[in-house]
């Protein structure tokens, strides 16, 4: 979901995110890192659905590093920042982990 086409993969992870919403079981953990951290930018088409999500009681976190890189440090509408470690326990330690 997170290469090729932008236009196609922005409407896929749209898709994929929206999704999320409708299914009664919902993921521990959203972790968003790259260039995906501007999903949860104020100004961002998956904001509704990544604030349903977080309140629905999902984890959703945002990558320090990238947050910083795109300046994005006020602009955040969703989810927390997250370091480095953090991101890194989260995905080992979860049972399933996707990958766009």
């Known amino acids: 979901m997170g290469t090729g086409d932008k236009e196609l993969t922005q409407n896929l992870m749209l898709a994929f995110l929206h999704t999320l919403t409708e299914k009664e079981e919902k993921p521990e953990n959203i972790v968003i890192y790259g260039l995906g951290v501007k999903l949860a930018a104020k100004n961002s088409e998956a904001l509704p659905d990544l604030k349903e999500l977080e309140n629905d009681g999902v984890n959703v976190v945002s990558c320090g590093i ?10 955040l509408g969703v989810g927390g920042i997250t370091t480095m470690p953090e991101v890194v326990d989260i995905l080992a330690s979860d049972n399933t982990v996707v990958h766009p």
């Open 66 to 75: 990238c947050v910083d890189y795109y300046e994005l440090n006020d602009k």
